[in-house]
C-alpha cells in the first residue's frame, strides 16, 4: 500500500498539467474561431462550454486524487493536524477548479445569448 502512494502523488501532479494543455488547445480554437467568424458564434460557445466541462472532470479526477492519496496517509498517521491539512487543502483545491469551471459555465452562456442577439440583429432592417 505505501508504494502505490508516491505512484499516486505523481500522478496529481502530471493530470492537472495535462489537462491545462488540452484547455490551451482549446482556447486557441477559440482565439481561431474569433478571428474567422466574428465574436458570438455558435462555435464559440461550444468550445467555451467544452473547456468549463474540461475544468468539471478535473475537479472531480483531482477530488478522487487527494482522497484516494490523502485517506490511507491519515489512517496511517493518525494526527489531527495532518487531517485538517488534508481536508482545507482537498477542499481548496477543489474548489479552486470548481469556480473556474462554473466562471468558463457563465461565459459560454455569455456567447449563447450574444450568438441569438447577433442573429436577431442580422434580420432587423
Known sequence: MMKILPVLASFKMIIPTVFFLVVLI???KV???IIEDGIFSLKQAKLVKKIAGIYLVLTGILFSFNVLV????LILKADN?????F???TLSSSLSY???SLIAYVIAEIFFVGMKLRE????TI
Not at 490523502?70 to 496517509?73: L, V
Not at 436577431?120 to 434580420?123: K, M, P, Q, S
Open 120 to 123: 436577431e440583429n442580422e434580420y
Open 26 to 28: 482549446t482556447m486557441r
Open 31 to 33: 482565439l481561431i474561431a
Open 98 to 100: 470548481l469556480l473556474t
Open 70 to 73: 490523502g485517506i490511507p496517509a
Open 81 to 85: 493536524s495532518a487531517a485538517l491539512k
Open 87 to 89: 481536508l482545507f487543502t
